[in-house]
């Protein structure tokens, strides 16, 4: 059925009515938008394992949608996509893709490419060079061998548009796969992103020059003078944007700047109406629109908030539901079956060996050049061949120009997605850095003279929130003695698809060094509260930035406990309750607050496979308002201090280094220490307390045991040593209280639900005593958090103190398994005081 677009109407007046929805514009636009999105989102699920970036499963989506393959069946492709409705789709996507370059110009930070040396631009240059001049050599051949002489255009703008193509590196995919191989700390990461950064400047200039040669398109000759006034005015809207329009973004970025977490909404719709300006101004040159709006996004401040609460503003819109039309209509213009005969296959195996082979020798030989090792610098050249959406902007605009046939194009198309598919699997191979956690690392417990040694400890954090209570849990531990404490600071933040994460990573690699800020220096707000903690006192603090995805994160913990040698790691638990802390009136109601943050379950898998892996003793802070809610008001004189302390002790590893935790509190002058023993006296062998392994369906919900042979005697001589050593060191100024109970549970809630403690910690007890053994028959809420914690966390235990719960470093050979509720038979015997 033919169609007059200007006879198109926009909506039906319903099925009721005989009309079709697929016969009007808007309903068929929601059609097309929720197929795309649909196909390129279950794509990116088959391809997560792989792990691959989400740019392959819209290529690949695009493709399969369009003549390549279910464009085959004519039906089809005259229903949802009608040739009258591609304008239509194309406009729609074009916008998203204007706000998309503007966000990839965001998050280009011009001022780390000056940082980032001569010698990552040198291996920029060379990445740049070979593959172009590759690509030159190639255009010969594919415009003699699949144009005819009526097809064939000029061969300056064809030359460039081959050359651009081979040799452009797609920086937002490039940061992506770096953070997912684990590479982004490493010398080879840092490398790729400044290089990277250098070469989507040099992309950029090379497409304006493409499209000023390309001119109006259609196959005319365009006059070199046309081209000339072309090329002269995108560089005048250039540096008018950068030298005029920057300092009043600059003023508008200041001006929006968030107040009480709200961003102007009138800055914020004079930002994206410059982008549409801009936009339309490189139109209007003859350039090309996203070229505008790429420049413009250059302009945005990057060290500040604004720029980030704009971002959080469009970015899920954009990149989620609009980009994908744009990779869609690219598939759509996309026909493998034009790539015909040995001949058209020869070219395809051409241009992927031209590029892949001109990217990564030229990066390889200027690497080795400056003195790289050659695997790091094979790795180098893999990663700096990643493709991505500018490559395909380059191209469409290449079709749109008649500068490329559709031959040429769907050759393209399938050797970018060919050499960014092959990037990921290509480095795993060849470079992976060793990162080991095995390495035993020095535990509270184990400290000769622990007043005489540096004490280091790493902190970990989600956000803002977690300031306030961690500085005063810190301040607590620290003492007036010649101990030194020196405290790592790091800021865990999750990378995902959104271009924010890659704002994240720019931000990380301050002076050049990714991660691990230089001298202190720290522009994050998150960590400004301990920076000022630390100039307040005698701690070091040294800020750390971890940008990872969260089923990876752990290892960057645990890898960076391992590099600086700590001896206990801080975490702060999934849930956070807001309570009034403050000092001399403790509400009665406090526990009954809502949770009012819960981070998600990701995050909670983080610290599950921390305390599994760590290589030192690691304690999590259930935070019920601990400390000052302002977390800059940080002091020494006592006043941001936990001032009441109470340690529960039933015995065992655990327990004896959470003792050994209130040991160092009790030095601060401002610390009141209570520890409460819980006595099990010697019972028959037929109270022998069994337990099985739980099944594993469902373990998660169990408490766990380590799996060694301890002999009771020994740790039960082991608790009463370090019991005797501790109250002959403290008897002055710590109160030690025993108590044999009936019912654990009620024993440990009156004391959790009492006003006697700010704090109170505890042991996981993964190696248990027969009485606390028998709650393994209870259901478990966070089992992490060993049994007595689990009470403790509980949100419906009306328990007000914040919970510190500490564990020891596991031995070497030494495993956790889950176990379930009391049995006959088992593996799993405690009898007594005696421990699994």
Same mark, same amino acid.
């Given at each position: 059925?033919?169609?007059?677009?200007?006879?198109?109407?926009?909506?039906?007046?319903?099925?009721?009515?005989?009309?079709? +929805?697929?016969?009007?514009?808007?309903?068929?636009?929601?059609?097309?938008?929720?197929?795309?999105?649909?196909?390129?989102?279950?794509?990116?699920?088959?391809?997560?394992?792989?792990?691959?970036?989400?740019?392959?499963?819209?290529?690949?989506?695009?493709?399969?949608?369009?003549?390549?393959?279910?464009?085959?069946?004519?039906?089809?492709?005259?229903?949802?996509? +009608?040739?009258?409705?591609?304008?239509?789709?194309?406009?729609?996507?074009?916008?998203?893709?204007?706000?998309?370059?503007?966000?990839?110009?965001?998050?280009?930070?011009?001022?780390?490419?000056?940082?980032?040396?001569?010698?990552?631009?040198?291996?920029?240059?060379?990445?740049?060079?070979?593959?172009?001049?590759?690509?030159?050599?190639?255009?010969?051949?594919?415009?003699?061998?699949?144009?005819?002489?009526?097809?064939?255009?000029?061969?300056?703008?064809?030359?460039?548009?081959?050359?651009?193509?081979?040799?452009?590196?797609?920086?937002?995919?490039?940061?992506?796969?770096?953070?997912?191989?684990?590479?982004?700390?490493?010398?080879?990461?840092?490398?790729?992103?400044?290089?990277?950064?250098?070469?989507?400047?040099?992309?950029?200039?090379?497409?304006?020059?493409?499209?000023?040669?390309?001119?109006?398109?259609?196959?005319?000759?365009?006059? +070199?003078?046309?081209?000339?006034?072309?090329?002269?005015?995108?560089?005048?809207?250039?540096?008018?944007?950068?030298?005029?329009?920057?300092?009043?973004?600059?003023?508008?970025?200041?001006?929006?700047?968030?107040?009480?977490?709200?961003?102007?909404?009138?800055?914020?719709?004079?930002?994206?109406?410059?982008?549409?300006?801009?936009?339309?101004?490189?139109?209007?040159?003859?350039?090309?629109?996203?070229?505008?709006?790429?420049?413009?996004?250059?302009?945005?401040?990057?060290?500040?908030?604004?720029?980030?609460?704009?971002?959080?503003?469009?970015?899920?819109?954009?990149?989620?539901?609009?980009?994908?039309?744009?990779?869609?209509?690219?598939?759509?213009?996309?026909?493998?079956?034009?790539?015909?005969?040995?001949?058209?296959?020869?070219?395809?195996?051409?241009?992927?060996?031209?590029?892949?082979?001109?990217?990564?020798?030229?990066?390889?030989?200027?690497?080795?050049?400056?003195?790289?090792?050659?695997?790091?610098?094979?790795?180098?050249?893999?990663?700096?061949?990643?493709?991505?959406?500018?490559?395909?902007?380059?191209?469409?605009?290449?079709?749109?120009?008649?500068?490329?046939?559709?031959?040429?194009?769907?050759?393209?198309?399938?050797?970018?997605?060919?050499?960014?598919?092959?990037?990921?699997?290509?480095?795993?191979?060849?470079?992976?850095?060793?990162?080991?956690?095995?390495?035993?690392?020095?535990?509270?417990?184990?400290?000769?003279?622990?007043?005489?040694?540096?004490?280091?400890?790493?902190?970990?954090?989600?956000?803002?929130?977690?300031?306030?209570?961690?500085?005063?849990?810190?301040?607590?531990?620290?003492?007036?003695?010649?101990?030194?404490?020196?405290?790592?600071?790091?800021?865990?933040?999750?990378?995902?698809?959104?271009?924010?994460?890659? &704002?994240?990573?720019?931000?990380?690699?301050?002076?050049?060094?990714?991660?691990?800020?230089?001298?202190?220096?720290?522009?994050?707000?998150?960590?400004?509260?301990?920076?000022?903690?630390?100039?307040?006192?005698?701690?070091?603090?040294?800020?750390?930035?971890?940008?990872?995805?969260?089923?990876?994160?752990?290892?960057?913990?645990?890898?960076?406990?391992?590099?600086?040698?700590?001896?206990?790691?801080?975490?702060?638990?999934?849930?956070?309750?807001?309570?009034?802390?403050?000092?001399?009136?403790?509400?009665?109601?406090?526990?009954?607050?809502?949770?009012?943050?819960?981070?998600?379950?990701?995050?909670?898998?983080?610290?599950?496979?921390?305390?599994?892996?760590?290589?030192?003793?690691?304690?999590?802070?259930?935070?019920?308002?601990?400390?000052?809610?302002?977390?800059?008001?940080?002091?020494?004189?006592?006043?941001?201090?936990?001032?009441?302390?109470?340690?529960?002790?039933?015995?065992?590893?655990?327990?004896?280094?959470?003792?050994?935790?209130?040991?160092?509190?009790?030095?601060?002058?401002?610390?009141?220490?209570?520890?409460?023993?819980?006595?099990?006296?010697?019972?028959?062998?037929?109270?022998?307390?069994?337990?099985?392994?739980?099944?594993?369906?469902?373990?998660?919900?169990?408490?766990?045991?380590?799996?060694?042979?301890?002999?009771?005697?020994?740790?039960?001589?082991?608790?009463?040593?370090?019991?005797?050593?501790?109250?002959?060191?403290?008897?002055?100024?710590?109160?030690?209280?025993?108590?044999?109970?009936?019912?654990?549970?009620?024993?440990?809630?009156?004391?959790?639900?009492?006003?006697?403690?700010?704090?109170?910690?505890?042991?996981?007890?993964?190696?248990?005593?027969?009485?606390?053994?028998?709650?393994?028959?209870?259901?478990?809420?966070?089992?992490?958090?060993?049994?007595?914690?689990?009470?403790?966390?509980?949100?419906?235990?009306?328990?007000?103190?914040?919970?510190?719960?500490?564990?020891?470093?596991?031995?070497?050979?030494?495993?956790?398994?889950?176990?379930?509720?009391?049995?006959?038979?088992?593996?799993?015997? &405690?009898?007594?005081?005696?421990?699994?």
């Amino acid at each position: 059925m033919a169609f007059n677009i200007t006879a198109v109407k926009t909506s039906s007046d319903g099925a009721w009515q005989g009309d079709n +929805p697929l016969n009007f514009a808007f309903p068929l636009l929601i059609v097309q938008t929720a197929l795309i999105v649909a196909v390129s989102r279950s794509l990116g699920l088959l391809f997560k394992p792989l792990r691959q970036p989400k740019v392959i499963a819209e290529i690949v989506g695009g493709i399969l949608l369009g003549p390549s393959a279910l464009g085959r069946n004519t039906a089809y492709m005259h229903r949802i996509f +009608p040739t009258w409705s591609m304008p239509i789709l194309e406009s729609v996507a074009s916008i998203g893709l204007l706000f998309f370059l503007f966000l990839v110009g965001l998050e280009l930070d011009l001022s780390s490419i000056r940082r980032s040396g001569k010698r990552a631009f040198g291996i920029a240059a060379a990445g740049i060079t070979l593959p172009f001049l590759a690509g030159v050599g190639v255009a010969f051949v594919i415009r003699n061998t699949l144009y005819t002489a009526a097809d064939r255009t000029g061969y300056a703008e064809f030359l460039v548009f081959i050359g651009v193509a081979l040799s452009i590196t797609a920086f937002p995919v490039l940061a992506r796969i770096l953070a997912e191989l684990k590479l982004l700390t490493t010398w080879v990461g840092e490398t790729a992103m400044a290089a990277a950064a250098f070469n989507d400047v040099a992309a950029w200039i090379m497409l304006a020059l493409a499209v000023a040669l390309a001119g109006s398109g259609g196959g005319g000759k365009t006059s +070199p003078l046309v081209s000339l006034w072309v090329l002269l005015s995108g560089v005048v809207f250039v540096v008018f944007t950068l030298v005029v329009i920057r300092p009043g973004m600059k003023w508008v970025a200041k001006r929006g700047s968030p107040e009480n977490d709200v961003v102007r909404e009138s800055y914020v719709c004079l930002t994206l109406s410059g982008v549409m300006v801009s936009g339309f101004a490189t139109d209007l040159i003859g350039i090309h629109s996203i070229f505008g709006a790429f420049v413009f996004g250059l302009t945005i401040p990057k060290d500040g908030e604004f720029g980030h609460r704009l971002i959080e503003r469009i970015e899920d819109f954009v990149s989620g539901l609009l980009l994908p039309l744009y990779f869609a209509t690219s598939g759509l213009k996309t026909d493998v079956a034009k790539i015909r005969g040995a001949e058209s296959w020869g070219m395809l195996g051409l241009v992927v060996v031209s590029a892949c082979a001109g990217k990564i020798v030229g990066t390889f030989a200027a690497a080795v050049m400056v003195k790289v090792p050659a695997r790091e610098a094979l790795a180098l050249g893999c990663l700096m061949n990643t493709k991505g959406l500018v490559e395909l902007i380059v191209l469409n605009i290449g079709k749109e120009k008649k500068v490329l046939n559709d031959e040429t194009f769907a050759i393209l198309v399938l050797m970018a997605l060919f050499t960014t598919f092959i990037t990921t699997p290509t480095v795993m191979a060849i470079y992976k850095p060793a990162r080991g956690t095995n390495h035993k690392l020095k535990d509270l417990s184990s400290s000769e003279d622990s007043t005489k040694e540096e004490l280091r400890i790493l902190v970990c954090l989600h956000g803002r929130a977690n300031v306030s209570s961690l500085i005063s849990l810190i301040e607590s531990i620290q003492t007036t003695k010649i101990l030194r404490l020196k405290l790592f600071v790091m800021h865990l933040m999750e990378l995902t698809e959104r271009t924010s994460s890659i &704002i994240m990573v720019q931000r990380a690699r301050k002076d050049g060094l990714p991660f691990v800020h230089r001298h202190g220096e720290c522009h994050s707000s998150v960590v400004g509260g301990f920076q000022a903690y630390r100039q307040l006192g005698r701690v070091a603090v040294r800020p750390i930035t971890a940008v990872s995805s969260l089923h990876t994160m752990h290892e960057d913990i645990c890898h960076m406990a391992e590099t600086k040698r700590v001896t206990m790691i801080i975490l702060p638990f999934h849930k956070r309750w807001n309570v009034d802390h403050g000092r001399g009136h403790h509400h009665q109601d406090r526990g009954d607050a809502n949770v009012s943050e819960n981070v998600g379950h990701g995050w909670r898998l983080v610290n599950q496979r921390v305390l599994k892996n760590a290589p030192c003793s690691v304690a999590v802070l259930v935070d019920r308002g601990l400390g000052s809610l302002d977390p800059q008001i940080s002091s020494l004189d006592g006043s941001n201090v936990v001032e009441r302390v109470g340690v529960i002790f039933f015995g065992g590893p655990d327990d004896r280094e959470a003792l050994e935790l209130g040991g160092r509190m009790a030095e601060h002058q401002a610390v009141k220490v209570t520890v409460v023993r819980f006595f099990v006296r010697e019972t028959l062998r037929s109270n022998a307390v069994t337990l099985r392994p739980a099944s594993s369906k469902g373990k998660e919900k169990y408490y766990t045991c380590l799996t060694t042979n301890v002999d009771p005697k020994k740790e039960k001589e082991l608790d009463e040593g370090v019991l005797k050593d501790f109250k002959s060191k403290w008897k002055e100024t710590v109160e030690y209280k025993e108590k044999e109970p009936n019912n654990i549970i009620q024993e440990i809630l009156s004391i959790g639900q009492s006003q006697d403690f700010d704090l109170i910690v505890v042991g996981r007890g993964r190696v248990p005593s027969a009485k606390v053994a028998t709650l393994a028959e209870r259901q478990a809420e966070h089992p992490e958090l060993g049994r007595i914690g689990d009470v403790l966390a509980s949100s419906i235990n009306h328990i007000i103190p914040s919970i510190l719960v500490v564990q020891q470093h596991n031995k070497p050979q030494v495993e956790e398994i889950a176990v379930s509720k009391i049995v006959k038979e088992s593996s799993l015997t &405690i009898n007594g005081d005696a421990n699994v």
